[in-house]
């Protein structure tokens, strides 16, 4: 019975050396050292090509290296056996280092300091608006918007979140639906997007969407940080937005294409932040034991955790 490890570009040997001494009873193989394909049981991936997983005839499970599936679910010939993909504490905790890292740079004026620096600039003359007036909206309040949202009302914003469905959670305004979102949008200064690219979230974060954020917040216009994916931005209305004032500033960790070409905007930016999609990475060493157990339990014949819904598409 074998294991199918599949994340190209990535370092391959911590999670085969983890996968190895935590399965001992099953053989780890990669797509270059995949001879069996009918021994194959469990597909542990990210990005994998597209048809490689139609290739595996006793396929039972396929097991997401993120949190995010949208790669995954994008393959037309996915075989139709249950995909779970990554809740670990230690990556929703990587999330919530990273939003509250940039809601504080924006909060703090941290490009601004920086500029003074560079050069020798001591000038403190400013308005320094507290936590407890900026305004947070966290579009997507699932495990990685919850944990995000409760470490920055414990940092005193005031928080509000909006999901699909409608949820309740202490000192967070929870909102849901179209009408929710109209609610959310009018107070937030600080806009985060933790949402799964969906076929419903496609571009959404849009010129239109920008529009409806108020422009008279303690931070002087809106913020947007991106986590979640760069299929939810449209690059050229940020662009656009931090031009005409629409936005102020944006934190983006996603981006329509992957590596960010270096001929794009974004980079240079003064008004931009941006990391190269590691807001929150998968580590070997928690996530190769999350899947482990998954294995273990479903081995037992116990049902699997974090099953996507294939029909929302996350
Ligand atoms: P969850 O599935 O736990 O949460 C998703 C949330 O989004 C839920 O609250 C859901 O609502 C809401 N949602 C989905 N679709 C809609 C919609 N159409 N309208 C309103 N709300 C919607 O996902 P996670 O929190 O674990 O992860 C979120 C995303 O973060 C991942 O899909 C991935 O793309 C991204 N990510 C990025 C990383 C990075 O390093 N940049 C690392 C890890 C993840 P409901 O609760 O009602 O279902
Ligand atoms: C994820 C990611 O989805 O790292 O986990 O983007």
């Known amino acids: 019975m074998s294991l199918l490890f599949v994340a190209p570009g990535w370092d391959e040997r911590p999670w085969l050396n983890r996968f190895a001494a935590l399965l001992p009873g099953h053989a780890i193989v990669t797509p270059a050292t995949l001879v069996d394909r009918a021994a194959v049981r469990y597909a542990i991936a990210w990005r994998p090509r597209r048809g490689l997983l139609a290739e595996l005839p006793r396929l039972e499970a396929i097991f997401s290296l993120g949190a995010g599936v949208d790669a995954i679910l994008s393959d037309p010939d996915l075989p139709d056996v249950p995909i779970a993909r990554i809740v670990d504490p230690d990556l929703t905790a990587r999330m919530s280092e990273w939003v509250v890292l940039h809601c504080l740079m924006h909060l703090r004026q941290t490009r601004r300091y920086e500029r003074q620096q560079r050069e020798s600039v001591w000038d403190d003359d400013d308005d320094q608006p507290a936590a407890r007036d900026v305004r947070v909206g966290i579009l997507g309040f699932g495990e990685l918007g919850r944990d995000a949202a409760s470490k920055l009302a414990a940092l005193g914003f005031p928080v509000a979140a909006w999901s699909a469905s409608p949820k309740t959670a202490p000192a967070i305004a929870c909102f849901d639906g179209p009408a929710g979102l109209e609610a959310m949008l009018a107070r937030t200064d600080i806009l985060v997007c933790l949402l799964p690219l969906t076929a419903a979230t496609r571009g959404f974060l849009n010129a239109r969407l920008f529009a409806r954020l108020p422009r008279d917040g303690r931070l002087g216009g809106p913020i947007l940080i991106n986590a979640g994916r760069g299929g939810l931005q449209v690059e050229a209305d940020i662009l656009a937005a931090l031009d005409s004032g629409a936005l102020k500033g944006a934190s983006l960790d996603v981006f329509e294409t992957e590596p960010l070409p270096r001929e794009s905007k974004l980079w240079s930016h003064p008004a931009v ?34 099953v996507v819904d294939r029909g929302r598409g996350y």
Request: aromatic share 2%; proline share 9%; hydrophobic share 40%.
């Open 273 to 306: 932040f941006v990391s190269p999609h590691n807001a929150a990475i998968s580590h070997p060493d928690s996530v190769a034991r999350a899947i482990a157990a998954q294995i273990q339990a479903h081995e037992r014949g116990e049902p699997l955790r974090h």
